[in-house]
């Protein structure tokens, strides 16, 4: 479980930015404006950052905030899977693929940007386009 100070930086990247619209699968129809943020491996593992499948180990969902105020006490959860297959690969919206789209809308992402991503609390997210 991530503690209070624990942070790492993600780099956007084209199927961040652009998640219902830019996929390699016909699963399903194109959907304009979703968007997620990419858990590095290394950070997931270290910092026991589950996904859903792992449900008895701790929760998935995290409450977040930006640090431009967009956004206050919104969910994230945690979902898909490493190599290691309990933890999770991504964070996007709890119920909302389009949670995460609107602010990167909202603060003009662009691919390479990078996203800081700091636990304020063992279950609170603060995110900061740097």
Known sequence: MPNTGDSFITKLKQAHLEWGE??????RGIVIGEGYLQIPADKAYSL??????AIN?????YTFSTSDG?????TL???GNQSREEYAKQFHGSGNLQLLGDWFAHIDAQIDDEILIEFISPTEILLTKI
């Open 22 to 27: 830019h996929r390699h699968t016909n699963s």
């Open 48 to 53: 026991e950052i589950t996904n859903d499948k």
């Open 57 to 61: 180990i701790r929760p998935q969902e």
């Open 70 to 74: 967009f956004f206050t006490n919104q």
């Open 77 to 79: 959860k945690a979902s």
